[in-house]
T-cell receptor, first 111, second 113 residues
Framework: DGGITQSPKYLFRKEGQNVTLSCEQNLNHDAMYWYRQDPGQGLRLIYYSQIVNDFQKGDIAEGYSVSREKKESFPLTVTSAQKNPTAFYLC??????????FGDGTRLSIL | QQQVKQSPQSLIVQKGGISIINCAYE??????FPWYQQFPGKGPALLIA?????SEKKEGRFTISFNKSAKQFSLHIMDSQPGDSATYFC????????????FGKGTRLSVIA
């Protein structure tokens, strides 16, 4: 069954800690995206990658980092520089000319 | 500007009624306008989408109306059901390439019996 898998479903971060959210897709999509969702704010773009080994900053990239070493994987690291990381994080992927598909998200909270 | 403005923020509709959600965009280069439906704890799922060469698209109880000159598009849910209670997002993008979607802020729909 093709799809996007995000893990873990829930994640807790301690002060000063970096945490990494996983996103894996088996749809053979070229492009992958990370969005942050806060209540009443919609989905805001953090980073996106159109091909392996290349990625671009979105609207709210500060405090986040990504890598794209494999086509199917696009992990997001929330660094200690992100002072308000509590949110629902959504990963998506897309192939040229087709709509974006989303995973079921990771909810990140502060301990 | 890349914004997509969505209204209302929340909507309560009686079962069997019509739910209407509106969006307006600014970038005239946008050529693909999807609507996503999101249930709590889940990722958004594509509901229906339209391109600017048509003024209306219907899929079952869901219809998108598109007004290119006004730069507006709307989602109509006919015969609304309690199972339609969810958050709905409009979005826009350039369909060529893999340009990211620009999302509205969402509408929380509650359909009451």
């Amino acid at each position: 069954d093709g799809g996007i898998t995000q893990s873990p479903k829930y994640l807790f971060r301690k002060e000063g800690q970096n945490v990494t959210l996983s996103c894996e897709q088996n749809l053979n999509h070229d492009a992958m995206y990370w969005y942050r969702q806060d209540p009443g704010q919609g989905l805001r773009l953090i980073y996106y990658s159109q091909i392996v080994n290349d990625f671009q900053k979105g609207d709210i990239a500060e405090g986040y980092s990504v890598s794209r070493e494999k086509k199917e994987s696009f992990p997001l690291t929330v660094t200690s520089a992100q002072k308000n990381p509590t949110a629902f994080y959504l990963c998506a992927s897309r192939v040229f000319g087709q709509p974006q598909h989303f995973g079921d998200g990771t909810r990140l909270s502060i301990l | 500007q890349q914004q997509v403005k969505q209204s209302p923020q929340s909507l309560i509709v009686q079962k069997g009624g019509i739910s209407i959600i509106n969006c307006a965009y600014e970038n005239t280069a946008f050529d693909y306008f999807p609507w996503y439906q999101q249930f709590p704890g889940k990722g958004p799922a594509l509901l229906i989408a339209i391109r600017p060469d048509v003024s209306e698209k219907k899929e079952g109880r869901f219809t998108i109306s598109f007004n290119k000159s006004a730069k507006q598009f709307s989602l109509h849910i006919m015969d609304s059901q309690p199972g339609d209670s969810a958050t709905y997002f409009c979005a826009a993008t350039l369909n060529s390439g893999n340009t990211p979607l620009v999302f509205g802020k969402g509408t929380r729909l509650s359909v009451i019996a």
